[in-house]
């Protein structure tokens, strides 16, 4: 027979794109914080410090990759392509299904002007582009590539030590991107709607998320900037470079795949950053830079987001620590559910199955699936309790005789008693519900 292996399903969130709105520092309290604004702070006046470079030269690139990059350096001038990935991939559309259809909320309830100000911004990136990227408007939220949203609670979702002025998430279908989604901040700190100015910038902001750019700049005049300038918003030439660029390398994941002959056309993301594990490396000196460069900003997304990425570097340890710090940060029960199943996954791959249980049991608390039960079961046959792991096995596949993990559970636990007849059973009931895929395999001599 052959040796099973059970397939976990890594469920790791990823977080990006969020970004602050400037001078916040909010403490959660029952009365309304006091805010001091940064206008009324008297300070020094500072020289202007010297742009810094957004790219990463101390990485360990491969001898051809340096020469790319530096060929596309002075072709792009001030890109900042280091820090447009995510999860060590490039994300962005494909210009063959442009125009790009646009959801924009429109609630009665909000201002006139929330929804002509984010359809203002797109309309400003068509323009930027020289209509490279173009955008047709939709009242059919299910129909458009990117939706935006002005969520009532989004308050609440602040990690208490900022508020969030927005957020881009891009949804994937099997590594195929779906759509992009933006929740916008409708309120500023003194509780009044935010003003034009401000949700213009943000909008500008979020779209360059949306269209790809994943990361921050470091150069406060760059719209990518982590933090909303607002009144004087405007997409800078560097952005408008590392835009250009991002369009000119075939994307790891986009809407509409690539074919080979276009892979071996053009230049792809390893003759540029390098291969996954150098990705990887950039992207970490990114998030590191970006926790650094803001201090104040205890920001529980930012540790989520370095959580990821040791992941998929492999350095769990330095995953969970990263986790645990985030979790620190935030009180928001989604965070709480995903990131302890992180945490279990990171643990059980360090084949520390108590801890592995503790965390996906702190998951499945908050909100119960059949795969967290089963990632549970088969904890408890790691652990060597076999007859719990026997009895909720059992039981899932009675209500869900689909799920795959639990055949694999099963098998191992039928094998440990020599139970041969029982594998049989299973082995039959697996090829009736995966007969391309069973579970489990006999060779019948
Ligand atoms: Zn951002």
Redesign the pocket.
């Given at each position: 027979m052959k040796k099973l292996f059970l397939t976990i399903l890594a469920i790791i969130c990823f977080y990006?794109?969020?970004?602050y709105l400037k001078t916040l520092y909010v403490i959660k309290s029952e009365t309304p914080p006091a805010i001091k604004p940064v206008e009324q702070t008297i300070l020094p006046e500072k020289k202007e410090p010297a742009p810094k470079n957004n790219n990463f030269e101390n990485i360990n690139f491969d001898k051809q990759v340096a020469v790319n990059r530096s060929i596309i350096n002075e072709k792009f001038p001030g890109n900042y392509i280091d820090r447009s990935l995510k999860s060590g991939e490039l994300v962005r559309w494909n210009p063959s299904t442009f125009p790009l259809h646009v959801y924009v909320e429109d609630n009665p309830e909000l201002p006139e002007y929330f929804n002509i100000t984010v359809k203002k911004a797109f309309s400003e990136w068509q323009k930027v582009s020289d209509n490279f990227i173009t955008f047709s408007f939709t009242e059919d939220e299910d129909y458009a590539d990117i939706k935006c949203f002005f969520p009532a609670d989004y308050r609440s979702e602040n990690d208490g030590q900022r508020m969030i002025s927005?957020v881009?998430n891009f949804q994937f279908d099997n590594d195929k991107l779906k759509y992009a989604a933006i929740n916008f901040a409708s309120y500023d700190m003194d509780n009044k709607f935010r003003t034009k100015d401000a949700l213009y910038s943000t909008a500008l902001?979020?779209i360059?998320?949306a269209l790809g750019i994943a990361?921050?700049s470091v150069n406060k005049e760059d719209i990518?900037f982590?933090v909303t300038q607002h009144g004087k918003a405007k997409i800078s030439q560097n952005d408008i470079s590392t835009l250009k660029l991002i369009y000119s390398i075939v994307p790891d994941k986009t809407n509409k795949n690539y074919s080979q002959y276009d892979k071996n056309k053009y230049i792809t993301t390893e003759d540029v950053l390098g291969n996954y594990d150098t990705r990887l490396d950039i992207e970490l000196e990114a998030v590191k830079a970006d926790v650094n460069a803001d201090k104040n900003s205890y920001f529980a997304g930012k540790y989520f987001n370095m959580g990821n990425i040791y992941y998929k570097k492999k350095d769990f340890q330095n995953a969970i620590k990263n986790y645990e710090k985030g979790l620190s940060l935030t009180s928001g029960e989604k965070d709480i559910e995903a990131v302890n199943m992180n945490i279990a996954i990171c643990y059980n791959e360090l084949k520390n199955y108590d801890k592995a249980l503790e965390h996906v049991q702190i998951s499945n608390n908050i909100k119960n699936t059949t795969e967290k039960s089963a990632f549970i079961a088969n904890l408890y046959y790691q652990k060597g309790e076999f007859e719990k792991a026997k009895n909720l096995s059992l039981k899932i596949l009675s209500a869900h005789p689909d799920n795959y993990n639990s055949y694999i559970t099963l098998y191992h636990i039928y094998k440990e008693e020599n139970n041969d007849v029982e594998i049989y059973k299973l082995y039959e009931q697996g090829m009736k519900y995966f007969p391309d895929n069973p579970p489990i395999r006999i060779n019948i001599k």
């Open positions: 990006y794109g969020y970004c927005g881009t902001h979020e360059g998320h990361g921050h990518m982590p």
